[in-house]
């Protein structure tokens, strides 16, 4: 059984999913492991991880306005304003979906459904540069 | 330290929540793990998986109409609408709960409090046939 | 490659976060473990985990607030209610946060980010004393 450690800089252009599944899957397969545990690590807290449809990129616009609906910027909504309207949405964006996502790998691959595909999500209006930590064990 | 991985298949009847506690368990049980980390997989965008009391039917209705709240079924508002009205919606309530679940295991099984019981939460109108890898590793 | 396991016991004081990083990070290097996964579980349904910023205490107010408004107490609403009026909006809370965290460990400890700090989120009224398992895998 041996680990590996990555860590994957991603550069978001503002809000919105950014699909990660294949510096993922490329990251897996360099290290030739065939059974084991894929965890990622999203060092922030104003952008997430997410589990999604990889097909109709109508699905993503449907999201990114969900969000807008359900954790909106509204000036005078929050006491945490000091960092921008958007901090605060983004504060509670994160909490909905995900900090960390952990995959089973069978057969040297992430045991992802045919239609699943992994995203960052950035709740931030301006761009970012975003680190997420990969960490696999197996053997 | 071994590992042992498996695919549990879970007929849903439609929208809402399927125990899946038990299976879970026996298969946990059948693979003489002492100590170990579990991990539950649902390779699907419109189901998902979820932790929640296990006593109480009537909490597992109220997460049923509070999902329809939410996450409404609601024609014109969705741009993604080809796959049904309900398809959408799942997708937004996948992402509001989980995809994945990892629990510790100590003395040969699940470290679950005394009112967990383990769900698949099915998302959309009609039965599916779910697929949940369940991965161990540990000794 | 060894395991740990701990189980932390966290006193709350009726609904909010509850601050735990330190309890974990404390346990984490007491442990030895150089490059590892640490997986933290809540025992409870109506408790859960997040991640969330550890600096602006602004932002946790913010918090509950939006989960007061997004999950309220709602008499007549839920059907559950025999435990009380904040029984069955600790239960959406819990769903729409998580009752688990995994976290890659390099260099003997979780790869947080600066800003990450781990959460307890107490959803129950009255104070509670609340169980997590810390499970530690590494080397």
């Known amino acids: 059984m041996r680990q590996a450690l990555h860590e994957l800089t991603i550069e978001t252009r503002g809000k919105g999913l950014v699909m990660i599944t294949r510096p993922v899957l490329e990251w897996v397969a360099d290290q030739g492991i065939e059974t084991g545990l894929l965890t990622l690590w999203c060092r922030h807290t104003s952008a997430s991880l997410t589990v999604q449809e990889n ?3 109508s699905v993503r616009t449907d999201i990114e306005r969900y969000f807008e609906h359900i954790a909106p910027e509204a000036p ?3 006491v945490h304003d000091d960092e921008g309207p958007d901090d605060m949405p983004a504060h ?3 909490m909905l979906t995900n900090t ?3 995959i089973p790998v069978a057969d040297g691959q992430p045991v992802l459904g045919m239609w699943q595909g992994l995203y960052l999500f950035e709740h931030r209006r301006r761009p ?7 960490h696999l064990l197996g053997e």
């Open 100 to 102: 960390q996502l952990t």
């Open 55 to 57: 097909a109709d990129p």
């Open 76 to 78: 005078g909504r929050y």
């Open 92 to 94: 509670l964006r994160t």
């Open 128 to 134: 970012h540069r975003r680190q997420v930590v990969l």
